[in-house]
Structures are given as C-alpha cells and as structure tokens.
T-cell receptor, first 109, second 111 residues
C-alpha cells in the first residue's frame, strides 16, 4: 500500500507562471517531507524539505506547503523556468524514505 | 571523489546469472538505501541499512541480497537475475531523516 502518492503523472506550465505539484501521504508519523528533482540518466537531487512541525518552507523560487490535517503537501515554483523541466518526486521520511511515483513537469518557453 | 558513487553505470546480464551492483559513499553516513525505479512505480525501496552489519527489508526485497561490512559500502546482489529485475537502481545515503543523497544510478538489463 503506497504511503506517498502523486496523482498527477505530468504537468505543463508556461514559462514565468506558477507550477504547483501535489502530494498526499497516509502516515501521520512522518518526520520530514521532501521534494527531489530528477533529470534523465541522473540520480534524484534534493530540492527542498519541510519538518512535520512547520507548515511552510521557502527557498528562492521554491516553496513547500504542508497541510497536516489533510495529509497533503505541495511544491510551488514561481516563476517557472524551462530548466525546471524534470520529474519531481515527493518523499516522506521516518526510519526510511518513502517516495511517490513522480510528476513530470514541462515548462514551455 | 567525495559523494556517493555507483558502479557499473550500465550492465547487461543473462537470466539466471548473479550480478552485484556496487555503492560507495564518502560521508560516513549511517543510513544507506537501495531503490529501483520503474515506470509507474516511482522509487521503491529494496533494502536499507541503519549501520554496518544492520540491514532491513524494504518494499520489494525478493530476489535481492545486501551486505554492509563497512560503513561506506553497500553492495546489492541479484542472486539469480530475472527479466522482471530489469530496472534502474539507485543507491542513497543519509545521516537522518531530513535528506538523502543519491548516486547516479545503474541501468540493469536482464536478457
């Protein structure tokens, strides 16, 4: 049973607009929630994380929001750039890291 | 080189053969992980290790064996490769639950 779910396999956004990637989880005991970015033929690279005791974390163009009551997190990218085109994985951690299935983001110039 | 490295990057093997994928990290992280990435499944955990000589099963451990005699190395062995084990394999390490660092991946094809 998948503990972390990304229900949108793909997303297309115009350059300069906001990209919103969503993720749902089932286990309320997770300590951290993370977003990873993956380019083809490369390993996933860490993007941003949020502790379970916070509801927002911002790093430049990237902001992660956590809604614990809904067991939902989202990643906002503003403004979106063509170099942001990649697969984004959300993850939740406890004693191990649980990953979603990924969302492929395409930013159209 | 500092970081986490996997070898080989690409491997083709025959059904029934034993194959070992190597993972080496230079940070002395306590935790190490093996994931496989398949279309529609994302990253699925095969095995993980909390320290040297401590390993535990993940979501999809069948057909795989791991060992961790040294903190920096975490090899993954397919004892008798099957076509269903054709995948991209990623090793990762971490020193807690805040972040994991991934290797470049090994693309394994079983024919």
């Amino acid at each position: 049973d998948q503990q972390v779910k990304q229900n949108s396999p793909s997303l297309s956004v115009q350059e300069g607009r906001i990209s919103i990637l969503n993720c749902d989880y089932t286990n309320s005991m997770f300590d951290y929630f993370l977003w990873y970015k993956k380019y083809p033929a490369e390993g996933p690279t860490f993007l941003i994380s949020i502790s379970s005791i916070k509801d927002k974390n911002e790093d430049g163009r990237f902001t992660v929001f956590l809604n614990k009551s809904a067991k939902h997190l989202s990643l906002h990218i503003v403004p979106s750039q063509p170099g942001d085109s990649a697969v984004y994985f959300c993850a939740a951690s406890g004693n191990q890291f649980y990953f979603g299935t990924g969302t492929s983001l395409t930013v159209i110039p | 080189d500092a970081g986490i490295t996997q070898s080989p990057r690409y491997k083709i093997t025959e059904t029934g053969r034993q194959v070992t994928l190597m993972c080496h990290q230079t940070w002395s992280h306590s935790y190490m992980f093996w994931y496989r990435q398949d279309l529609g499944h994302g990253l699925r955990l095969i095995y993980y290790s909390a320290a040297a000589d401590i390993t535990d099963k993940g979501e999809v451990p069948d057909g795989y064996v791991v060992s961790r005699s040294k903190t920096e190395n975490f090899p993954l062995t397919l004892e008798s490769a099957t076509r269903s084990q054709t995948s991209v394999y990623f090793c990762a390490s971490s020193e807690g639950s805040a972040e994991a660092f991934f290797g470049q991946g090994t693309r394994l094809t079983v024919v």
